[in-house]
């Protein structure tokens, strides 16, 4: 990762808040490239910095037994990664991985925890946010309890989806495996079934999508039980 000097403002969070109140937060940040696997934080070690992805994609994982990992949240252009320290809790019990390139607005954390202090908005947004995250966390919880993993597969595409505005991902076999918490060959027979019905087209890592309506009809209902409340809560 690398800084810039032009810091953009496209995440929604930044978007929320006063102008002068943006400005000033964007005064103690930096713009820097999320380039997919760079790993943010490692769970058990301090939280550094926020990060508020413009265009990228910060997925939260959560180690199962010391040798793998499963997605439990999923960060883009609509929140913010390291909402630990928004909770006061300096130590990170997740992995946060880049999922998808792009960049973030990145401040440390002693900048961040002065900014709630002061601004009164930001920590009002942050708690709506938060409420919708842990939706999502909840809702993905019971997915991967409930649902084949076809019509999950197809949420999780959505997801990204909404957060990318690109109908072109690069998702591996193992970054959707570790999403999934399935193994591998679970995810090619899943992603093998969605080509096959003209959805998608999936090779070496790289998924087009070919059909969004009917992916969304592929997928379970958990995908728009999620957006009705984050809709309700963002009005």
Not at 33 to 54: M, Q, S
Request: with cysteine; aromatic share 4%; hydrophobic share 45%.
């Amino acid at each position: 990762m690398a800084g810039n000097t032009r810091i953009e403002a496209t995440n929604s969070v930044l978007l929320a808040l006063l102008p002068v109140q943006r400005r000033r937060l964007l005064a103690h940040s930096e713009q820097v490239n999320l380039a997919i696997g760079d790993i943010l934080c490692e769970p058990g070690k301090p939280t550094r910095h926020v990060y508020f992805p413009n265009n990228g994609i910060i997925s939260l994982l959560n180690p199962v037994d010391g040798h793998t990992s499963v997605e439990v949240g999923l960060v883009g252009r609509e929140g913010m990664a390291g909402m630990g320290l928004f909770l006061g809790v300096s130590v990170s019990s997740l992995r946060m991985l880049v999922q998808a390139s792009g960049t973030a607005a990145r401040m440390k954390a002693t900048s961040f925890r002065s900014e709630l202090r002061r601004n009164p908005l930001l920590r009002e947004v942050l708690n709506k946010y938060l409420y919708v995250f842990l939706a999502q966390v909840a809702q993905t919880a019971a997915c991967n309890r409930h649902h084949k993993l076809g019509p999950r597969l197809a949420r999780r595409l959505l997801m990204t989806l909404d957060r990318l505005q690109s109908n072109e991902l690069e998702l591996t076999q193992e970054m959707l495996a570790n999403m999934l918490g399935v193994r591998r060959v679970g995810v090619t027979k899943a992603a093998a079934l969605l080509q096959k019905r003209n959805l998608i087209r999936y090779s070496r890592g790289h998924i087009t999508i070919l059909d969004r309506k009917g992916l969304a009809c592929a997928s379970c209902w958990c995908y728009g039980a999620v957006n009705d409340i984050r809709d309700s809560v963002f009005v």
